[in-house]
């Protein structure tokens, strides 16, 4: 079994009833209605997201982005960790990578970033009180 199936698996194992309505109600945008009622196991949604490139081995965003909004930490740290260890991709990267997607947001790179020790300008200390 891959890494990405195995990731699919133990995510599929922590995902309950109760908590796929919620991630496919977190995605009600990108499912249709009558799709998302044909959804009835977390397999079946991991599997929905792949035929419809919202996910991939090496494209974790959406789901990413899912977890998050659902507030399941726990998942979210999972997808990340594969991320870091399998696909060698770390946040810095990943903030490239999605600003390189949408042409827009690329004159925001510079504001996502952190400033460098040497780009920070240092304030003087305030007036000593005579």
């Not at 249709?32 to 397999?43: A, D, V």
């Not at 594969?82 to 990943?94: G, P």
């Amino acid at each position: 079994m891959s890494e990405y199936s195995s990731l699919l698996s133990d995510l599929s194992d922590n995902i309950t009833n109760e908590d796929l309505e919620q991630l496919k109600s977190a995605c009600k945008e990108d499912i249709p209605e009558e799709q998302s009622n044909s959804i009835t196991s977390s397999r079946d949604w991991f599997s929905y997201l792949e035929k419809n490139d919202k996910l991939a081995q090496d494209n974790l965003s959406y789901i990413e982005h899912i977890f998050e909004i659902s507030r399941r930490p726990d998942l979210l740290t999972r997808v990340i960790e594969y991320r870091t260890t399998v696909l060698k991709i770390s946040e810095d990267d990943e903030i490239e990578t999605k600003l390189t997607r949408i042409p827009s947001a690329k004159k925001y790179k510079d504001i996502i970033r952190q400033p460098s020790e040497d780009e920070i300008i240092k304030l003087a200390p305030p007036p000593k009180k005579a």
